[in-house]
Every structure is written in structure tokens, then in C-alpha cells.
């Protein structure tokens, strides 16, 4: 069925032989490939696009505002209502990630191949596109800062334990621990998608066009033909191409599909998540967490159970922020103690599924369903998390429960972990992934290996959205790896180009 058109909308120069929507870390990908390979690329993104001097130039909660959707706080509603922070601007969540880098376990992708029905995708098939990404971008084991005293605690911590962790795989050569990674790399050391892939892709010819959002896919007859998008001003105007990339997001491709009537009733029904758990911990001894760089440690003792401990570097403003529900008195007393303090973050594999609605005027409405095993491994990773933080010699935890006394030992981090209940905690999840999975239609793939939607011609998914999972470690990696095979296969099969 075609979509309903939109009013008297006009042509936008010449066509294109390719629309790449969105530019985060699956459509740069494919920009780069397609435009080297001497095609005509237009990308189309929604936010602004902003220097790393403006960005240096901004305050932190300016650039929350300026470079996130909605200032990072996409609720998903469920028990608890998590909020989901997503990038909006050109080079997408990249911009406002902390740059890890990891590779995606063989026993991941083999799994994923089995469940998905899916050939191609496993580790000997991704590994040159792997290695060229590390390459580019200048992938290395991320060594700690002179300010990097918390990521040597929970490392002491771990080894006292005897628990696995260790230096966090960063695309940041020459990073100068400027502790603004989330809200932007005020030096270009962190090799985001806007200061790497993007700019290749000019250079070869691409087209970026800033404050371009795409309201709906054209097609005909299972073919797509271009989309409709609104302007900087608003206007909208039809972009018409040979071929769609679409790399708007685990959240924004699913629901571009639904309001384009392209498996509206299946896309974005299982939206995979990782959820952060939060947990401010005081030290007897000074940590300057505020001097540093991110995830310069990473305790993956537990791994296999889908649960990582890092350090997420502190300032009185993220501090105050995280606290904001808790009594003013003890957050005086902590602003107090702030150089003693370390705030930690524990990435937790959900297996529970979130849903997205596209609703009218361009919203979304997102709804998430944690199983009772979430909430156990919710438990049982603060548990870990605890215990590895009192090893480390911290005095006092603050947990991610607004209504939660200070924990001050082992016993009370058990006694808290068995009286908490599943609507306490406070999250928050920036990993969403598998809205539009790849797979076999009878095993619930909506998009095939090429990353086309099954039924449809001219059209490609080519981010998160597509992975058949949940990568259970940052997935900018996977995405890539992911991207740059589709934009391979999509390449090898001109010049009649399915």
C-alpha cells in the first residue's frame, strides 16, 4: 500500500543514486563506501551540525540540549520508566558516546546466525570490515589519565576479587582526558563519526544536509523511490534516489517505517535493550573522578551474564543532576566530600523487549517490558557492583534508588538488594538495538541479509536497528562492522543493483 502523500511537495535539485537518512555510526559507514565507490550520496540528518570548537566553546548542558533528542530524556515507560538518550545531530550518537570500541564475541555472532537464519554476519565474515574500522579511527586500549584515580580503584577492586577486567577499546588517539566525552569531544580526539567517516565522505563528493528530518518513505509497487523530508525552514520537498539507506536510529528507523506502511505492525515491536545503573560511591582517600576520561576500565568478570562495571567520570553537575530526588542535605554533604567521590556505571543485557509506537504530529511512545529475570539480574549486578566498590575501599554507596538510605558495607548492599523492588530503581539506557532485526520472516526478521525489508526493493536498514540482538557491549562496533557489509553486498551486485 503507498503511503498517504504530503502536501504540494516539491523536488530538491537533482536526484541522487543514494539517500543515506541519518549520519551516526551505520549511515557514515555507508556514505563513505558508496561515495568512494563513486556514487552520488545525499545524507539527510535531522540535527545540527556543530564544529568541535563550538562545541568546546559550550558549556556541558548546552550541548545536552544542542546534540541530544530532547535533551537526552526519551522516556520509556514501563516498571520503572527508564529514560533513553539518543544523538541528534550530524555524526548522531557518536558525538555523545564515550568512543568504546569492542568487537562483537564469535559466540555472539554465531548465535545470532543460528537464530536469525542469516549467513554472513559471523566473526571471519566481519573481520576485515572489523579491522579497517579500528584502523580508521585509531581503535587502542584506552591507558588511564593522570586523573584516572577511579578507574584504578575498581581495577584494585576486581584484583582483590579475582575478577577479570580490563582497559576499555576507545576510538580516541591523543585524548586529552577532558572529561566531556557525553556531551561532546571538545579536542577531536574521540574519533565520532563527524570528524572521521563524515568528512571522508565529502571529500569523495557526498552531500550533507543539516536539519533535514524525514517524515516518510516513497514507494511504489515494493520498490522505494525517495522520501518526503521538512527542511531547515520547515518546508518539505521530495528527495528522490535510486536507493534508500536507513540509518535513523534503533528508535527513529523502526518508527519511519511504521508511518511509511512498511511493516508497520512488525517493525520496532522487540527494541533490544542495555540498561545503566548508576552508583556514586565516597572514598577515604581523594579521587578526582572530574580528572579524567571515561571507561578507562572495565570490569567484564560477568560478562557472559550480560553485566559490565566502568567508571563514568563525575562532575558537581552530572552529580547533582543524578541526585536531584534525593534529600538536599545529602547532597550537600556529598557536594562536599566531591573530590572523594567515584561514579560508577553498570551496563546490565535486558531480555525483556521495548515497543515503539509512531504516533501523530511525529512522536514516539515507547513502552518496555522487563521478564522477572531482569529484575533479578538488576539485583544481582548491584550486588556485584557493590561488592567490587568495598573491595575497592569505598566508605559509603549511593544507589540508583531515590528512596535508598547510603549503604555502608557489604551486608547492608545485600540486605538493600533483597528488599528492593522492581519499580525502585533509576535507569537510564543509551544501547537500543534490533527494532529492525535482520533474520528469516518465519523466525521474525523483518529486514534480510542485504538489509532490505523483506518484500521491498530500493531500500536498505543499515544501523542498530538491523543487529538480530542485543550485543551485551557497546554496539558502535557491531553497527559499523554490520554497515560496512551491507554497503559491500550492495556494491557487489552493480551494476544492476537489486
Not at 53 to 58: F, L
Not at 110 to 116: G, H, P
Not at 312 to 340: E, H, I, K
Not at 456 to 470: E, K, W
Request: net charge positive.
Amino acid at each position: 500500500m503507498s503511503p498517504r502523500p504530503f502536501h504540494t511537495p516539491r523536488a530538491a535539485g537533482p536526484d541522487s543514486d543514494v539517500l543515506v537518512v541519518g549520519s551516526g555510526a551505520g549511515g557514515s559507514v555507508v556514505a563513505r563506501e558508496l561515495a568512494a565507490a563513486g556514487l552520488q550520496v545525499t545524507v539527510l540528518e535531522e540535527g545540527p551540525r556543530v564544529s568541535t570548537d563550538r562545541i568546546a566553546a559550550a558549556t556541558p548542558a548546552e550541548n545536552m540540549r544542542r546534540l541530544y533528542r530532547q535533551g537526552g530524556l526519551t522516556p520509556v515507560f514501563g516498571t520503572p520508566t527508564l529514560a533513553y538518550g539518543e544523538g541528534r545531530c550530524v555524526g548522531g550518537t557518536t558525538v555523545v558516546n564515550g568512543g568504546l570500541l569492542w568487537e562483537p564475541p564469535p559466540a555472539l555472532l554465531n548465535r545470532w546466525a543460528a537464530e536469525s537464519g542469516v549467513a554472513g554476519y559471523r566473526a571471519a565474515d566481519l573481520a576485515a570490515h572489523l579491522a579497517l574500522v579500528a584502523r580508521r579511527l585509531g581503535v587502542a586500549a584506552q591507558p588511564h589519565g593522570a586523573g584516572n584515580h577511579d578507574s584504578r580503584l575498581l581495577a584494585a577492586g576486581a584484583e582483590r576479587l579475582g575478577w577479570r577486567w580490563q582497559p576499555a577499546h576507545r576510538a580516541a588517539p591523543g585524548c586529552r582526558h577532558s572529561n566531556r566525552c557525553t556531551t561532546g569531544c571538545p579536542t577531536g580526539a574521540k574519533q565520532s563519526m563527524a570528524v572521521s567517516y563524515l568528512p571522508e565522505a565529502e571529500a569523495l563528493g557526498a552531500r550533507i544536509l543539516p536539519g533535514t528530518r524525514v517524515l516518510q518513505i516513497l514507494h511504489q509497487d515494493g520498490a522505494a523511490t525517495g522520501v518526503v523530508a521538512a527542511g531547515p525552514g520547515g518546508r518539505t520537498a521530495v528527495h528522490r534516489a535510486r536507493e534508500v539507506f536507513l540509518a535513523a536510529g534503533p528508535l527513529q528507523t523502526p518508527a519511519l517505517l511504521q508511518r511509511s506502511r512498511i511493516h508497520r505492525r512488525t517493525a520496532g515491536r522487540e527494541l533490544a535493550l542495555h540498561v545503566n545503573l548508576r552508583t556514586v560511591a565516597r572514598f577515604d582517600e581523594p579521587v578526582h573522578a572530574d580528572r579524567g576520561t571515561l571507561f578507562t576500565a572495565q570490569v567484564h568478570e560477568f560478562a557472559g551474564d550480560g553485566v559490565l562495571m566502568m567508571p563514568s567520570n563525575v562532575t558537581r553537575g552530572t552529580l547533582a543532576a543524578a541526585l536531584a530526588s534525593r534529600p538536599p542535605q545529602l547532597l550537600d554533604r556529598l557536594l562536599a566530600a566531591f573530590a572523594a567521590l567515584g561514579s560508577y556505571t553498570t551496563q546490565v543485557r535486558l531480555q525483556g523487549r521495548a515497543r515503539i509506537l509512531a504516533t501523530p504530529r511525529g512522536g514516539l511512545l515507547l513502552r518496555h517490558a522487563m521478564t522477572s529475570a531482569d529484575h533479578s539480574r538488576l539485583r544481582e549486578a548491584f550486588r556485584r557492583t557493590g561488592e567490587v566498590l568495598f573491595a575497592a575501599g569505598a566508605r559509603e554507596l549511593i544507589p540508583p534508588v531515590a528512596s535508598a538510605r547510603p549503604l555502608h558495607s557489604r551486608a547492608e548492599a545485600e540486605e538493600f538488594c533483597r528488599r528492593v523492588r522492581p519499580g525502585d530503581w533509576e535507569l537510564v539506557s543509551v544501547h537500543g538495538m534490533a527494532s529492525a532485526r535482520m533474520g528469516l520472516p518465519e523466525r521474525g526478521g523483518i529486514c534480510d541479509e542485504h538489509g532490505r525489508p523483506h518484500g521491498f526493493r530500493g531500500l536498505r536498514v543499515c544501523d542498530a536497528s538491523v543487529l538480530p540482538g542485543v550485543t551485551g557491549i557497546s554496539p558502535q562496533g557491531t553497527v559499523m562492522a554490520f554497515a560496512h557489509e551491507i554497503a559491500e553486498r550492495f556494491l557487489s551486485a552493480a551494476p544492476g543493483r537489486p
